[in-house]
Each structure stands twice: as structure tokens, then as C-alpha cells.
């Protein structure tokens, strides 16, 4: 399923979306200097987290999914599979999953989790408050699917 069309605000409608890696390249990572240029961030940022082997899921919010001319960054949430050890995690990848590093690193704001971490609410509930914007009113997010 496309993504949706953005609403008046310039944020996608509120809902968790997903799409291919090249789909969300295509339709957020051309236009100015500043959109390629997070564009080329997010792919590396996604490639160090795939090849971590214990990527579940690559969740994008914020600016880099409106349509705003030059974001800043891009907006990131890393879910790990259970299994990931962040100890088992070297060089470049570790960066990922320290944040300060991962801004001076990559350019982003990466959080991440593990699903097992949550003990109050279920994964969808976690992701749902991640389409919250300050003003709260909701966005759209965009997930990295296979």
C-alpha cells in the first residue's frame, strides 16, 4: 500500500505506515541538498542497524516525513529483537545505541529498544505515542519493511 498523501499540516495522516527502504528514499530523500543529504544518514543508519543482525524493526518520525524543504535530521526508533546484546555490538554499529554518538555519528536521533523492556504497554501502544507532536495533535510515522 502507497503512502498517504500529506494533509495540510505537511505531515503525513496520523497512523504508522509502512514502505520499502527505496520507497521512503524516493518520496522523503530528493528535493533540496539538505532532504539528499539525510536521505544518504538514514541509509547508512539503517544498513549499520541491519547488519547488526537483530534489527526487528526501523521506525521514522518526525520532520524528515513532512514535508518541511530542509529537516534537520532524521528521526529514528530502533527495534531490536530480544536477543540483541548491545555489548555484542562493535565499532560503527555501536554508535546506534548512544545517543550523543549517534547524533555526532549519523546526523540523527536514534532511541531504541527491545520489546521485552516494555512492562506497561504493548509494542503498538509504545510506537502510537511516537505519532504525538509537541502541539498533540498526531502525524504520521513510516516503518522500513522488507
Not at 518520496?27 to 526487528?56: M, N
Not at 512492562?119 to 510515522?141: M, P, V, Y
Amino acid at each position: 500500500m502507497p503512502l498517504p498523501h500529506f494533509e495540510k499540516t505537511g505531515d503525513l495522516a496520523a497512523g504508522l505506515h509502512t514502505a520499502t527502504l527505496e520507497e521512503v528514499l524516493t518520496r522523503f530523500g530528493t528535493g533540496s541538498g539538505q532532504r539528499q543529504a539525510v536521505a544518504s544518514r538514514l541509509l547508512r543508519i539503517y544498513r549499520a542497524a541491519h547488519g547488526t543482525g537483530r534489527l526487528e524493526r526501523f521506525i521514522i518520525f518526525g520532520s524528515f516525513v513532512t514535508t518541511k524543504p530542509d529537516p534537520n535530521d532524521v528521526d529514528i526508533i530502533l527495534v531490536m529483537r530480544d536477543d540483541f546484546v548491545l555489548n555484542d555490538c562493535v565499532g560503527v554499529a555501536r554508535k546506534l545505541f548512544e545517543h550523543v554518538e549517534a547524533e555526532q555519528e549519523f546526523g540523527a536521533s536514534i532511541f531504541w529498544m527491545r520489546p521485552s523492556l516494555l512492562l506497561l504497554e504493548t509494542l503498538d501502544e509504545f510506537l502510537s505515542h511516537w505519532q504525538l507532536k509537541r502541539d498533540h495533535t498526531r502525524r504520521g510515522i513510516v516503518e522500513v519493511i522488507e
